[in-house]
């Protein structure tokens, strides 16, 4: 169904879950500007709480995290979350309210589960919290049965657990051993739990995967009840993960092993009922992602494709970054420095990128190209991206007809390349992303 143009593929392009990118960030932001910015942040707002520590570190792993083996790291680490959601709810308008909160990492059930409640405690009393959907990322491996109340508790209905693979050679070789029995009791932990929207991390591209691997991940995923699943290829780059230096890159699938995965993957979600999410994400119909991407709300933030539709999110904790309409800012990734930070009472944030009239226009664009396949492009935007446009072009992957840009059904896999033909900055950036497949 996909055409195939190892060319047009190779070239590494950002999976823009913002923009701009983090690439661009630089750090003349600092915490005078996100004070500012939540100072005004009327309306719905969304909050990200960061848990930068998991039980185990898998190999394949690009996350900003670190082992939970150390009681008083944990424990100093979520005071000073506790302090930075005063610091930050003192800031936020009366008007404001929250519609929204994730839990993510890491793996938010790497802390002790009544500290996880803890901490949803406070934003209940700091935050005006407004019937918020609630999401928590987890880690199946440390998912006990003392989490349902847990999630329960907090109301939570959105949950993402990560799978990667339900095959135990491939467990094995990334690092990520998890028996198909503790996957099994975490669905029921979760469902009990009153999880409506399950999904499950899902990788292609691992070190000896085969064909056959993946087709049975996909229908285990199926089989045990899904909303959702997010197949994402697997993206080696030791140099800037040394973890992944444990992994066999030599057994790695090449490119056109992979586009065949993820073709493949496509195709056999879709036979199953599943509705495509953009590039990456898949869901039942009757999910609220589904729904939104059929009625055009489809949005995209660092959570990756969403249905949250609000126009401000604030990230807490290590690393975290707030997004504004005019400022995106990332706190402190050290998670060290981020507690001393607190520790005298400061904000963390160290960088950020402020967004410009045209960094706005051009996302935009971006957003809709992502998000529903199709955007309207001015003339001078649209003359702007006509060189590295026109391969996509001649390829029949897009067409353009009176000022609109349309991505065929066909040429998902080559959706973020041709969204970064409208972004300025990858025609003056030397940093390198993942490929497109």
């Given at each position: 169904?996909?055409?195939?143009?190892?060319?047009?593929?190779?070239?590494?392009?950002?999976?823009?879950?913002?923009?701009?990118?983090?690439?661009?960030?630089?750090?003349?932001?600092?915490?005078?500007?996100?004070?500012?910015?939540?100072?005004?942040?009327?309306?719905?707002?969304?909050?990200?709480?960061?848990?930068?520590?998991?039980?185990?570190?898998?190999?394949?792993?690009?996350?900003?995290?670190?082992?939970?083996?150390?009681?008083q790291r944990l424990a100093s680490?979520?005071?000073?979350?506790?302090?930075?959601?005063?610091?930050?709810?003192?800031?936020?308008?009366?008007?404001?309210?929250?519609?929204?909160?994730?839990?993510?990492?890491?793996?938010?059930?790497?802390?002790?589960?009544?500290?996880?409640?803890?901490?949803?405690?406070?934003?209940?009393?700091?935050?005006?919290?407004?019937?918020?959907?609630?999401?928590?990322?987890?880690?199946?491996?440390?998912?006990?049965?003392?989490?349902?109340?847990?999630?329960?508790?907090?109301?939570?209905?959105?949950?993402?657990?990560?799978?990667?693979?339900?095959?135990?050679?491939?467990?094995?070789?990334?690092?990520?051993?998890?028996?198909?029995?503790?996957?099994?009791?975490?669905?029921?932990?979760?469902?009990?739990?009153?999880?409506?929207?399950?999904?499950?991390?899902?990788?292609?591209?691992?070190?000896?995967?085969?064909?056959?691997?993946?087709?049975?991940?996909?229908?285990?995923?199926?089989?045990?009840?899904?909303?959702?699943?997010?197949?994402?290829?697997?993206?080696?780059?030791?140099?800037?993960?040394?973890?992944?230096?444990?992994?066999?890159?030599?057994?790695?699938?090449?490119?056109?092993?992979?586009?065949?995965?993820?073709?493949?993957?496509?195709?056999?979600?879709?036979?199953?009922?599943?509705?495509?999410?953009?590039?990456?994400?898949?869901?039942?119909?009757?999910?609220?992602?589904?729904?939104?991407?059929?009625?055009?709300?489809?949005?995209?933030?660092?959570?990756?494709?969403?249905?949250?539709?609000?126009?401000?999110?604030?990230?807490?904790?290590?690393?975290?970054?707030?997004?504004?309409?005019?400022?995106?800012?990332?706190?402190?990734?050290?998670?060290?420095?981020?507690?001393?930070?607190?520790?005298?009472?400061?904000?963390?944030?160290?960088?950020?990128?402020?967004?410009?009239?045209?960094?706005?226009?051009?996302?935009?664009?971006?957003?809709?190209?992502?998000?529903?396949?199709?955007?309207?492009?001015?003339?001078?935007?649209?003359?702007?991206?006509?060189?590295?446009?026109?391969?996509?072009?001649?390829?029949?992957?897009?067409?353009l007809d009176n000022g609109h840009?349309?991505?065929?059904?066909?040429?998902?896999?080559?959706?973020?390349?041709?969204?970064?033909?409208?972004?300025?900055?990858?025609?003056?950036?030397?940093?390198?992303?993942?490929?497109?497949?």
């Amino acid at each position: 169904m996909w055409p195939y143009y190892p060319d047009l593929l190779a070239v590494p392009v950002p999976r823009y879950t913002s923009y701009p990118t983090a690439a661009e960030f630089a750090d003349d932001i600092g915490p005078a500007d996100l004070a500012d910015a939540v100072a005004t942040a009327t309306g719905e707002v969304s909050l990200y709480i960061h848990i930068p520590f998991c039980e185990k570190i898998c190999w394949y792993c690009g996350c900003n995290t670190a082992a939970a083996n150390r009681k008083q790291r944990l424990a100093s680490y979520m005071e000073a979350l506790h302090r930075e959601i005063a610091l930050v709810a003192a800031l936020l308008p009366a008007n404001a309210r929250v519609t929204r909160i994730a839990f993510g990492g890491g793996s938010p059930n790497a802390v002790a589960p009544v500290d996880l409640v803890r901490l949803f405690d406070q934003l209940v009393i700091k935050f005006p919290l407004d019937r918020p959907t609630v999401s928590v990322e987890l880690d199946p491996r440390t998912l006990t049965d003392e989490w349902q109340a847990v999630l329960r508790g907090i109301g939570a209905t959105h949950s993402s657990m990560g799978v990667q693979t339900f095959s135990p050679r491939l467990q094995e070789a990334i690092g990520r051993v998890q028996p198909v029995e503790m996957i099994e009791r975490g669905v029921e932990i979760l469902r009990e739990a009153g999880i409506t929207s399950m999904n499950f991390d899902l990788m292609y591209g691992l070190p000896g995967q085969t064909m056959e691997d993946l087709e049975q991940s996909l229908d285990c995923a199926a089989r045990f009840g899904a909303d959702r699943i997010a197949l994402f290829g697997y993206a080696h780059v030791p140099g800037m993960f040394p973890r992944q230096r444990q992994i066999d890159a030599s057994n790695l699938p090449d490119n056109a092993a992979r586009f065949a995965m993820a073709a493949s993957g496509y195709e056999r979600l879709l036979a199953a009922g599943y509705q495509p999410i953009g590039f990456d994400h898949f869901a039942t119909p009757g999910d609220p992602i589904a729904v939104a991407s059929r009625e055009g709300r489809l949005r995209r933030n660092f959570q990756g494709f969403t249905e949250d539709q609000a126009p401000v999110l604030i990230g807490l904790g290590a690393s975290a970054i707030s997004s504004f309409p005019g400022l995106l800012a990332q706190n402190e990734k050290n998670s060290g420095r981020y507690r001393e930070m607190l520790s005298q009472g400061r904000l963390t944030v160290t960088r950020g990128k402020r967004r410009s009239i045209e960094d706005r226009r051009c996302g935009a664009i971006i957003e809709e190209l992502l998000c529903r396949g199709r955007a309207r492009v001015g003339s001078a935007t649209l003359d702007a991206a006509s060189a590295r446009l026109t391969p996509y072009l001649k390829a029949g992957l897009c067409s353009l007809d009176n000022g609109h840009v349309t991505i065929g059904d066909h040429a998902v896999p080559y959706a973020r390349s041709i969204a970064s033909a409208f972004d300025p900055y990858r025609r003056q950036s030397a940093r390198q992303f993942s490929t497109a497949i």
